[in-house]
């Protein structure tokens, strides 16, 4: 539903774009936080879908849609920004309470979305909706039939929202053997739940429930199990070969804050176009949180504060030279979102956007020889180790439901780790707790193992002459194509389940590695 939701929002925000006139944006200083009116939004709805039933003029339908829609990011917009406050400082009582308020809220809010969207699909004016300016063509296909939210679905939903809310809290305590082994019960938990959701929904597992529910994919589970397959035959020998080379000692070279930002300066001066926008817009209004913190969310994000038509960076730096990949890999996705007023991509064509940024930046940047030679050893364990943690969640979401033990989940990491080769590292079963994703976003990782293999193309690209990667690059940041083969064949990449792929990227490591 995702994606839907994404796609009416850009063509919602046109009005917010043209009232912010000129460029005008605001600062985040000036963006304050309220506590959104749900039973507002739910009384529009109740609205809008009466009008939905009686209305026979499309634009007086259109305008209770409008009425609707402006409260629905209004509560999402508010919501990414309880996220952000309370990614700042995790020990923040009151951010706390907002953010879990609005998590809370988010099923209840979605279902009533989601009805809205099947009694528009239901309605006299539906030819009207998707033949003018409102919807686009064939838009409502997905809502015929009985929407899948029920008051039991919104209630599993919101079970699943609690736990994730548990994840975070623990996120702010210690990674100690306690927290580690709370945080195993709570994903066992969460696992199990997810198992309910997908039977409920009418599944056979819940890897294919994500991938339709979530990510809007258009390929299939059996073809990431034999990419992984094919990563793991190809690219886990390099890996390890990697593993017991020189190039970590480069990883560890210290790098002070503030160089982080000026790199991507740097980087968008001598790239120019909307990338230079971008920034200058992100610079001069204050649209990121870049600085350390002791008590901060450990990860990185961008997110779009829809109401106000602006992307955001949040970032926790680790005093690493990698902190300037992090935060240029942030600033694509603000690029994206910045170029397309918002984007509807789905998550593996939004990944394309911040690591090919990354590896782009190797060229534009300066003093980029040390990064050059860690961004080519993290695309490598960007396979690898995604691929691995791919694995795991496909191993641990086949798990029958009176297997989903503690135990067995961090068995079935201990065969993941052996057989991708990380092992090397002294890793353990239970390590995956320590993996934010398999609580907050489950199945998303693979998007990092097809995007990177896209991003890659871009450097071939620009390698083989100069502009000609950056071109293609800006020529597709502001694609509406959402679906991942759909944005390759559009921009005329390579797929990376094509055969024979991972043995080409196995010989173009070998010899940048050696």
């Not at 907002?98 to 989601?114: H, I, L, P, R, T």
């Not at 204050?286 to 109401?307: C, D, V």
Request: include cysteine; proline fraction near 2%; charge should be negative.
């Amino acid at each position: 539903m995702k994606n839907r939701v994404l796609r009416l929002l850009a063509l919602m925000l046109a009005a917010v774009v043209l009232l912010a006139g000129c460029g005008r944006y605001p600062h985040f200083d000036d963006i304050e936080y309220e506590r959104p009116d749900v039973v507002k939004l739910e009384q529009l709805m109740e609205q809008t879908v009466q009008a939905a039933e009686t209305e026979t003029n499309v634009k007086k339908l259109m305008k209770s849609v409008y009425d609707y829609y402006d409260q629905y990011h209004w509560f999402y917009t508010n919501y990414a920004l309880a996220n952000i406050h309370y990614s700042g400082d995790l020990t923040d009582i009151y951010w706390e309470q907002e953010y879990n308020w609005c998590m809370g809220k988010s099923a209840q809010v979605d279902a009533g979305f989601d009805r809205l969207m099947y009694a528009l699909a239901d309605c006299s004016l539906r030819e009207e909706l998707e033949a003018g300016e409102y919807f686009g063509e064939d838009y409502f296909d997905e809502y015929e039939g009985e929407s899948i939210w029920d008051e039991t679905f919104t209630d599993l939903m919101d079970q699943e929202s609690a736990l994730i809310t548990e994840y975070y809290s623990l996120s702010s305590q210690e990674y100690d053997l306690q927290t580690r082994t709370q945080m195993e019960e709570l994903f066992t938990k969460l696992v199990k739940l997810r198992y309910r959701i997908a039977r409920y929904a009418g599944y056979d597992s819940y890897v294919d429930f994500a991938y339709d529910f979530y990510y809007y994919r258009d390929y299939t589970p059996e073809q990431e199990r034999v990419l992984l397959e094919q990563i793991r035959q190809e690219l886990v020998p390099v890996y390890r070969e990697m593993a017991v080379s020189d190039v970590w000692d480069l990883w560890g070279k210290a790098s002070a804050e503030e160089e982080n930002l000026e790199f991507v300066r740097g980087c968008v001066v001598e790239m120019g176009g909307v990338l230079k926008e971008a920034f200058r817009v992100m610079e001069k209004n204050g649209l990121h949180n870049i600085r350390s913190g002791e008590n901060k969310y450990p990860a990185s994000f961008e997110t779009y504060l829809s109401y106000y038509g602006v992307p955001f960076v949040f970032m926790n730096p680790q005093g690493t030279i990698n902190d300037k990949l992090t935060l240029i890999h942030e600033f694509g996705h603000f690029s994206n979102d910045f170029a397309c007023g918002g984007s509807y991509a789905g998550v593996d064509v939004a990944e394309v956007y911040s690591q090919g940024l990354e590896f782009l930046s190797l060229f534009y940047g300066e003093n980029t020889g040390d990064l050059a030679t860690i961004k080519m050893a993290d695309s490598l364990m960007v396979y690898v180790e995604q691929a691995a943690y791919a694995s795991f969640e496909q191993g641990v979401y086949a798990l029958e439901e009176n297997e989903i033990t503690k135990e067995n989940i961090a068995r079935v990491m201990a065969g993941v780790l052996k057989d991708f080769g990380l092992d090397i590292w002294g890793m353990t079963g239970h390590d995956y707790a320590g993996v934010p994703h398999f609580f907050t976003n489950p199945l998303y990782v693979i998007s990092y193992v097809v995007s990177n293999d896209a991003a890659l193309q871009f450097y071939a690209l620009e390698q083989e002459e100069a502009g000609k990667g950056l071109a293609l690059y800006e020529d597709a940041l502001d694609s509406q194509e959402s679906y991942f083969l759909a944005f390759l064949t559009e921009t005329g990449l390579e797929s990376p389940f094509e055969e024979g792929r991972m043995g080409k990227m196995r010989l173009i490591f070998e010899e940048i590695l050696e």
